[in-house]
T-cell receptor
């Protein structure tokens, strides 16, 4: 069964350092999402891509976060500089709408700890 | 604004019982709803979805009920098993919102053998 791949699974970094996460969606899925999930809460959308274009980045802290999906396949989310409050799980998801349904399939996530 | 919330943060049941997890939503424009299961340290796993033109949908051991009048969604799990122990999230999406999902805060289901 096809899955969303993410790496690394865990990342520990010091505040003010740069960090990057990678996501490879399910093959053929045009829509890719990055979420942040704080422990005990539901995922919160950071950015959504349709192919290589950003369609929603309203919740992305653009002063320190950036995301790209240059060829419309895999994607990178970057934080520079990292802050203590960025400690969270970063989840990637992909979807391919069909028949009015657009369930999102999630990867295993990257657990970020900023010290 | 949009919000999706849950009535019960923790639900404890015995193995073999039926479980019901509830969710309230506030955006009347929402037309698509999903339930996800998330085990510790893993990403959310799709369970079942329902569109607003339906009020009930069944899967394997799971049923989702949608009451648009009171903006309420529920997930029923039949014959709950220890492997069902996890946090369950409902999520909603509004028409025309680029399929953006808004998640609730989750309900933890604990199944005792």
């Amino acid at each position: 069964e096809a899955e969303v791949a993410q790496s690394p699974r865990y990342k520990i970094t010091e505040k003010s350092q740069a960090v990057a996460f990678w996501c490879d969606p399910i093959s053929g899925h045009a829509t890719l999402y990055w979420y942040r999930q704080i422990l005990g809460q539901g995922p919160e959308l950071l950015v959504q891509f349709q192919d290589e274009s950003v369609v929603d980045d309203s919740q992305l802290p653009k002063d320190r976060f950036s995301a790209e999906r240059l060829k419309g396949v895999d994607s990178t989310l970057k934080i520079q500089p990292a802050e203590l409050g960025d400690s969270a799980m970063y989840l990637c998801a992909s979807s391919q709408p069909a028949g009015g349904r657009y369930e999102q399939y999630f990867g295993p996530g990257t657990r970020l700890t900023v010290t | 604004g949009e919000s999706v919330g849950l009535h019960l943060p923790t639900l404890s049941v015995q193995e073999g019982d039926n479980s019901i997890i509830n969710c309230a939503y506030s955006n009347s424009a929402s037309d698509y709803f999903i339930w996800y299961k998330q085990e510790s340290g893993k990403g959310p796993q799709f369970i079942i979805d329902i569109r607003s033109n339906m009020d009930k949908r069944q899967g394997q051991r799971v049923t989702v009920l949608l009451n648009k009048t009171v903006k309420h969604l529920s997930l029923q799990i039949a014959a709950t098993q220890p492997g069902d122990s996890a946090v369950y999230f409902c999520a909603e999406s509004a028409r025309g919102g680029f399929q953006k999902l808004v998640f609730g805060t989750g309900t933890r289901l604990l199944v005792s053998p």
